[in-house]
């Protein structure tokens, strides 16, 4: 097929050319407007408990989760004073009529003590938002602005939840545009100096580039039928761009060995296309399957990236099988250099690798797992404002409030009961928890085991007779152990059926949900890599050796990520604040990202390995050979999409700069350590039985076939 593809593209090289061009134009027209139809997301797991009382609460109570904290200090210092006052209801009224504004409370409505500063100088006005969170953030964009100034009597700010989270949305799309001003003038010029020939650097980035529109628009027009992250863009530059260096690096480097063979131009590219082709076609394949694995989990935040990596390797495999067979038919002398890369120090190191095998690979493997020990200290957590840099405004709102009252109203638990009852004893309980700052009840507000004050009942009953309880939780429960703390609130007798949710419930159960499907979601991953492997090798142990050294550079990026983002050495280099644990949603997403650009590796080397030893039969010297010819392609491309990730180095948002910084390490160390250094010290090790199958499996490898025919004379070469 992959033959009949080449002598196609290069038969008809001007359509194909044309045809790429006319798609490039239109996916870059249609696919600029990708970020407007693109979706924010929230920290919820549909069909869990937390969900199911926030409907409860929105078709009951008219209420939710109070999403917008307007923070107002008073210019004279106390906010009970009648001038601070007046102005503040009529702030509250201002607030009140915004759109989308359901349900509103304030320190002069309520007078709740938990609203209030504990010098007295500060006070918040609490709202509910009702929407998705990208209707709900496209507002804020608009009143935040004009809700943040200064009066004679107050000054205002605005935080809460969903002003963070747009605010987070607005620095990742910053950071996008900045990856990308500076990523492709770098990879452009790694790329001139790789190949040593401008037009092959131009072919490469423009298979990049093709990857990258192709990407955007197909996010576009998924999001017309269900939910897509607005983050899968930034998956889109990095991949896109990286899988479009490395496909085409293989397919360009396999011509000018064709073109050295003494085949004409046109056979070359057809050669090329077959040989090289065939791996980038199975690479493709392990990353897209590492990818799917995401849609396994519940949350469209995931699954999008999963429709991102799709989407780049459909449009970087096509690059390179079709586009490039064209433009190498026709430009292809343009490409070509007088001698191949010197490969030398790869060689050498493979060949002393092998000699002394247990001791390099002790020494290799000694240093990776020292890497990877911070790994045994990883702690799950949730995030909060931190996620930002300094000195963004949500984030120093929400840490007036942190600092300055003694609880934390914007992350009340509510409880939903049933039927109405009784509360007084659930109440008093729950008061008593460690890290509850107050109880609302129909019955009153309760402290510490006592009541202290009588709410509105009104609030807290539904017409229909149910009840809720509002628990207000302290500063130190919302920056310690939250999923523990809606755990204690579970746990408490209620007297009818309850329902817990809120914000920090919602993000409890994202993470137990989160946590529940990762087992099924890396048996998939390693299952599914694992028969693609063995379909290209017909090997069972060489799926099982990748495996293992994948895991093993995944291990290193983990312990980088403890070691930096946890723990919070290099955060004052690299611009963060560490909050002593790790979102989980991120390692999730890099595992699958960097589980598939490791295997991408292993199969560009295997393939050339395999290819080896099927001309030789000799294992040592099909693997010394194939690094010969691999390692200095396999160095430059990791190199270059290396580069593309840690463009995010230096990004506002934590999350993308430990996706940026951890899948940079891992490519690094993969395409180093782990591919010249251990993957031939195994396959020295295990000699002949490299190559061994069941008999009964080995029909089942995918194989090359006979020779292909010349395109012009028809004839077998």
Known sequence: ???????????????????????????????????????????????????????????????????????????????????????????????????????????????????????????LILARLEGTATETRAE?????????????????????QEEISRQVGEQARTDFLRAEAFALPAVLLLLILVYRRTAAALLTVAVGLLSVLGTLAGLRAIAQFTEVSTFAANLALVLGLGLGVDYSLFVIN????????????????????????????????????????????????????????VLVVCWAVAGAVLFLPAALARWGHRVERPTAPASGFWHRTALTAMRRPLVAGAGVLTVLLIAASPLLGLRFGLPDER??????????????????????????????????????????????????????????????????GAPGQDRLTAPDGRVRLAVVPTQQAMYGDVPAFVDR????????PAL????????????????????????????????????????????????????????????????????????????????????????????????????????FLLARIKEEHDRTGDTVRAVAEGI?????LITAAAGILALSFLSYATGGVVFLKELGIGTALTILVDATLIRVVLLPVTMRLAGRANWWAPRWLRGLRV?????????????YV
């Open 1 to 123: 097929m992959l033959t009949r593809l080449g002598r196609m593209a290069v038969r008809h090289s001007r359509a194909v050319l044309i045809g790429f061009l006319l798609a490039f134009l239109g996916l870059g027209a249609y696919g600029a407007g990708a970020q407007g139809d693109l979706d924010l997301s929230r920290w919820d797991s549909p069909g869990t408990e937390s969900v199911r009382a926030g409907e409860e609460l929105r078709d009951h109570f008219r209420t939710g989760n109070p999403n917008l904290a307007v923070l107002v200090t008073a210019r004279d210092g106390d906010v009970d004073s009648p001038a601070t006052e007046q102005a503040a209801r009529e702030l509250t009224a201002e607030v009140e009529r915004l759109p989308l504004v359901t349900d509103l409370t304030s320190y002069w409505d309520a007078g709740s003590p938990a609203l209030r500063g504990e010098d007295g100088r500060r006070a």
């Open 140 to 160: 804020l964009a608009k009143t935040s602005p004009q809700l943040t100034r200064t009066t004679p009597q107050l000054d205002i700010t605005v935080g809460g």
């Open 254 to 309: 396999r011509y000018r060995e064709e073109r050295a063979a003494g085949h004409d131009q046109p056979t070359s590219a057809v050669r090329a296309t077959r040989v090289a082709g065939r791996t980038v076609a199975f690479s493709g394949v392990t990353v897209a399957v590492s990818l799917c694995a995401l849609l396994v989990f519940p949350f469209f935040f995931l699954s999008s990236f999963a429709y991102a990596g």
């Open 387 to 452: 996620t930002l840099p300094a000195g963004t405004s949500s984030r120093t709102t929400s840490e007036i409030v942190h600092r300055e009252f003694a609880a934390e109203p914007t992350d009340t638990v509510q409880i939903v009961l049933g039927e109405q009852v009784s509360t007084r004893a659930y109440a008093t309980a729950l008061s008593r928890l460690p890290g509850v700052h107050q109880v609302d009840a129909p019955e009153g507000t309760y402290q510490d085991g006592r009541r202290t």
């Open 489 to 496: 609130i579970r746990d408490t007798p209620a007297p009818a």
């Open 500 to 603: 817990v949710g809120g914000y920090p419930a919602e993000t409890t159960d994202f993470r137990a949900t989160l946590l529940d499907r990762l087992p099924l979601a890396v048996a998939l991953v390693l299952v599914a890599t694992y028969v693609i492997l063995f379909l290209m090798t017909g090997s069972v142990l060489l799926p099982a050796k990748a495996t293992v050294l994948n895991l093993l550079s995944l291990s290193v990026m983990f312990g980088c990520l403890v070691w930096v983002f946890q723990d919070g050495h290099l955060s004052g280099l690299l611009g963060f604040t560490p909050t002593g644990s790790i979102e989980p949603s991120i390692p999730v997403l890099m595992f699958c990202v960097a589980y598939g650009l490791s295997m991408d590796y292993e199969v």
């Open 628 to 632: 010969r010819r691999s390692a200095p």
């Open 703 to 715: 194989r090359e076939g006979g020779g292909e025919k010349d395109v012009l004379r028809g004839e």
